[in-house]
């Protein structure tokens, strides 16, 4: 099983980034997908997540407006796109897959580092 989160870089306040959450391994179409962050001395926190079917999704109230969540089930991927970033949203974002009738997730991807400054 392999989920690998990408797309993270430096941008400047007000800028937007795209993160894509490749995955492999699993049956892609069972799992909801969520999306995390940890920024440095803070814990982790949930910022995004969609159902398997991608017709429902949840955003944290700290980037709803800003983010949006999103699926190709064809690709086996997920995708955070943000928008409007701000300095606060500088933290390692992580995603992970959580099969429908299971409270925890399940796997794990490795982090991408997202970095808001001017």
């Known amino acids: 099983v392999q989920l690998q989160a990408s797309g993270g870089g430096l941008v400047q306040p007000g800028g937007s980034l795209r993160l894509s959450c490749a995955t492999s391994g699993f049956n892609f179409d069972y799992y909801a997908i969520g999306w995390f962050r940890q920024a440095p001395g803070k814990e982790r926190e949930s910022v995004a997540t969609?159902?398997?079917?991608?017709?429902?999704?949840w955003l944290a109230d700290s980037v709803k407006g800003r983010f949006t969540v999103s699926r190709d089930n064809a690709k086996n991927t997920g995708y955070l796109q943000m928008n409007s970033l701000k300095p606060e949203d500088t933290a390692v974002y992580f995603c992970a897959a959580r099969s429908r009738f299971a409270s925890e997730y399940a796997y794990w991807g490795q982090g991408t580092q997202v970095t808001v400054s001017s």
């Open positions: 969609i159902n398997q079917s991608g017709g429902s999704t």
